[in-house]
């Protein structure tokens, strides 16, 4: 039976090496370059082996039943390159991906949720996502830590101001009343939170990428994204290290997951 240790309010499962793990990837990606380029992301910084991570890509199978995480020992959520949580009408993946997300709070299964995850984890626990286009986040962005990431499993030895891969228009307008907010932006002011006494922590910010991968798929979709070339150039010229940021998932792995 697996020995469940309460650290900083983290639960870490000690039931497995690392080597023995098994992760279940949530990709709401339409298009296989970038949804291979986002598993290959995952497997890079969690430092864990392809074949330990398995995908549940929601275009291909929109409805599926929570408990098909049970064979895993944590869930991550990838972000989405153009679909929305303030659109269930058009998305019907978006429900079936919250009651996932409340399936493994209560049975305090771990979860890193980045980007689209953040948004879908916000909503599904009672928080607010809005479109807020102005204020729209497309490159590198200092990121700002609360009091409360001070003793955080994973952010009290992260820099404050730290810098990290950002690409959203939409943003929380409320969090969750279970969420301790960690991280915000100049622009944002909602980046990280952590469910006080669970293993489960959403990010608005990408830890999975870093500044190459930002290159090429901005490029890629710079039409989808940006407003003009010039915007393209723009966030190339300002792009920083993410270091920080993309050792998150590496904390997760050997902080959360095995203690």
């Known amino acids: 039976m697996a020995v469940e240790l309460y650290c900083s309010g983290a ?33 890079r910084f969690s430092q864990l082996k392809p074949e330990q991570i398995a995908v549940l890509d929601v275009f291909k199978t929109p409805d599926f039943d929570p408990a098909c995480v ?35 709070l209560q049975e305090s299964l771990p979860v890193f949720a980045s980007c689209y995850g953040f948004q ?37 030895d992260v820099p404050d101001g730290f810098w990290a ?3 959203h228009k939409e943003r929380a307008l409320s969090m969750p009343k279970e969420a301790t907010l960690l991280a915000y932006s100049d622009r944002c002011p909602y980046h990280a939170f952590k469910i006080q006494g669970k293993p489960f922590y959403g ?36 792009l920083q290290d993410t270091t920080m940021s993309n050792q998150l998932i590496t904390k997760f792995v050997d902080r959360v997951l095995l203690g």
């Open 11 to 43: 639960i870490a499962t000690m039931a497995k090496s690392r080597s023995q793990l098994k992760i279940l990837l949530v990709q709401i990606r339409d298009d296989e370059v970038t949804r291979l380029e986002e598993f290959d992301e995952f497997v």
């Open 70 to 104: 049970d064979a895993y020992d944590a869930l991550f959520v990838g972000g989405s390159s153009d679909a929305s949580v303030t659109q269930p009408e058009i998305y019907p993946f978006i429900k079936p991906t919250e009651r996932l997300l409340l399936y493994c």
């Open 120 to 156: 879908a984890a916000v909503e599904a626990l009672g928080g607010k996502v809005i479109l807020d286009q102005d204020n729209m986040e497309m490159g590198t962005y200092p990121i700002w830590l609360t009091d409360a990431a001070k003793d955080d499993l994973l952010f009290h």
């Open 165 to 167: 891969i950002s690409g």
């Open 203 to 238: 990010f608005q910010f990408h830890p999975e990428v870093d500044a190459p991968d930002l290159v090429a798929r901005i490029t890629r979709y710079q039409t989808r994204y940006l407003k003009d070339a010039d915007h393209l150039n723009e966030v190339l010229r300002d």
